[in-house]
């Protein structure tokens, strides 16, 4: 099969899989349920396209298939930053209540985050990998702060930060689904001339370099794209842990080309399909009450194992 | 030309290359020859701008490569470094399509197929240009990096030994291409090489390095000379003339 034929079964399945949702046992008064079922909807179609953008376009800067953003600590940063607002403001103070104000705060700072790092590491060492691995030490220091606090606040409160911790479609952040679209496609568009760059890239550093790529400076947009991306599923429904392994390794095998506009299509879809079609199966098939999230990572958990396998195979 | 001026890079404190200034005459085959770790590849990535040195400046054509943006740079000079381990499949036509980036900016008109076309022609690849590249071996995988280097075609080719991995007859015919390169073409090619018959019998200019600083710059019958060989490599060398080359003894 062609890749754009496998693109357009795919789109095809990504569609039914979310008229399921919207439209499945929806009753006769659509005016209830559609409000509703359609802001959840909106949320995992950008979530999912999100993930799986910022993942593809990780991937390759790093040079690696099995790494996502939050090995950099992205989502660590956010998190943090909720708990500090929570322990400092209280749960009604004015961070939880406005969420677009919220929202806006996060990612501005967690653009500042990125821009240190880059600045104090990468410009330094010209080097991703330690990067990452400065990146890895900040996701566990964020991380050990987050849980003291947590620790140290009321429990009532401690239930607001733990719905960030959790992807969960069935309280999505509705007020943020606008700001997000937007920011999707502002990136969607700021990107598209950089995709045959990052083709290059993936021949390694040094022949990207010969080819005129001017590597620095693709990283440092690339990496403020990737901050911009994983602000947005991480604040609309929480953290999606495995998603991005998945969906872009999916991508990877499904289509014959390296191209990224073909591999983050097929991502996009993927996720799409496996945050509507999963979440649609467990709620009005199967009537569990667990989250996606957590199938998601217990399939991508198992599915990461396969790749480590496999990649030590070779 | 191409001219370094007083190249340097440490590594913390260990010089790698030290204040090497060499002039690479234009259209002729230069080679680089010295032990390992001489830092004859540094110097070949720094001219490359694969590695930013510690000190000096290359010009190119009299401008400093630095104030030349890199996309025009690439098509001006391009560089094969030696391991090419890549990480997606790829057939021989898409790896050498890639040399034509620089031009296309990833969109192959016609005129860049048949470049690429007749660059998978000059390397012999014609009846596996639709094989993946990590099934072929060694020797042909090689050859189609450095196809993918003429489809770029520059004006200053630099190669990381090319020859690496390669047989005796694939050797010959890589050096006879870069030849034509540069008589054919006008091409200016700089050579890493080990192979010190290789470089007497194929280069213009021979530039020796020891210890990261230029050991001595010439023609090949200035440089492939017993005493001066003595010099670089510390061994004794037997230079004998032979059917209008010279070929240096030393197995024994």
Redo the contacts between chains.
């Keep these: 099969m062609r890749d754009s034929a496998k693109l357009a079964v795919l789109f095809a399945a990504s569609l039914v899989c979310v008229l399921l949702f919207i439209f499945y046992d929806a009753g006769s008064d659509l005016s209830f349920i559609l409000p509703e079922r359609g802001a959840k909807v909106a949320a995992m179609v950008l979530t999912g396209v999100a993930v799986a953008y910022s993942s593809v376009i990780f991937q390759t800067i790093t040079f690696n298939r099995i790494l996502t953003p939050s090995v950099m600590g992205f989502d660590a940063v956010y998190l943090f930053l909720q708990t500090v607002a929570l322990f400092f403001f209280g749960g009604g103070g004015f961070m939880m209540v406005n969420e677009v104000f919220n929202f806006t705060v996060s990612a501005a700072s967690l653009m500042l985050f990125t821009f240190f790092l880059y600045r104090l590491v990468f410009v330094r060492k010209g080097n991703v990998f330690f990067l990452m691995l400065v990146g890895v030490v900040m996701w566990t220091l964020f991380r050990s702060l987050t849980v003291f606090m947590q620790m140290l606040i009321d429990p009532n409160e401690y239930a607001i930060v733990q719905d960030t911790m959790f992807a969960s479609f069935n309280n999505v952040r509705a007020d943020l689904i606008g700001v997000s679209a937007v920011i999707i496609a502002l990136v969607a568009l700021f990107c598209v001339p950089m995709l045959r760059k990052l083709d290059v890239m993936l021949l390694g550093r040094e022949h990207a370099v010969n080819l005129g790529i001017s590597y620095d400076v693709l990283v440092k947009k690339s990496l403020i794209i990737i901050t911009l991306l994983v602000a947005i599923p991480t604040a609309l429904v929480g953290q999606m842990t495995f998603l991005g392994i998945i969906v872009s390794n999916l991508a990877y095998e499904t289509m014959k080309t390296y191209k990224h506009a073909y591999v983050i299509t097929c991502a996009s879809l993927f996720s799409i399909i496996a945050i509507a079609g999963g979440q649609f199966i467990l709620e009005r098939v199967f009537y569990f009450n667990i989250t996606i999230s957590v199938i998601i990572n217990f399939a991508g958990g198992i599915y990461f194992i396969y790749l480590l396998t496999r990649e030590s195979k070779r | 030309m191409m001219r370094t001026e007083n190249i340097s890079k440490f590594y913390d404190e260990k010089a790698v290359v030290e204040g090497v200034s060499v002039d690479i005459p234009k259209g002729k085959i230069t080679s680089f020859i010295g032990s390992n770790g001489a830092g004859k590849s540094t110097l070949l990535s720094v001219m490359?701008?694969?590695i930013?040195q510690s000190g000096g400046k290359v010009y190119l054509e009299g401008t400093p490569v630095t104030d030349i943006e890199?996309?025009?740079?690439?098509?001006r000079v391009?560089?094969?470094?030696q391991s090419?381990?890549?990480?997606?499949?790829?057939t021989v036509r898409?790896l050498v399509s890639?040399?034509r980036?620089?031009y296309s900016?990833?969109?192959l008109t016609q005129e860049d197929e048949d470049i690429v076309s007749r660059a998978i022609g000059y390397m012999d690849l014609m009846e596996s240009e639709n094989n993946y590249i990590d099934t072929l071996s060694g020797g042909q995988r090689q050859r189609a990096f450095i196809a993918m280097i003429i489809a770029?075609d520059t004006d200053y080719v630099l190669l990381d030994e090319p020859l690496n991995n390669l047989d005796m007859k694939h050797s010959v015919q890589i050096m006879k291409t870069l030849r034509r390169l540069t008589d054919e073409l006008g091409k200016t090619v700089v050579l890493v090489i080990h192979d010190i018959n290789f470089a007497s019998c194929y280069s213009d200019y021979i530039a020796a390095l020891k210890d990261g600083k230029l050991a001595g710059f010439g023609t090949v019958e200035q440089m492939i000379e017993s005493g001066i060989l003595k010099d670089i490599f510390g061994m004794d060398f037997d230079v004998r003339e032979m059917n209008g080359s010279r070929i240096c003894l030393y197995y024994t």
């Design positions: 490359s701008r694969l930013k890199d996309s025009e740079l690439a098509k391009s560089i094969l470094k090419s381990h890549i990480n997606i499949r790829l898409e890639f040399g980036f620089p900016g990833g969109r770029q």
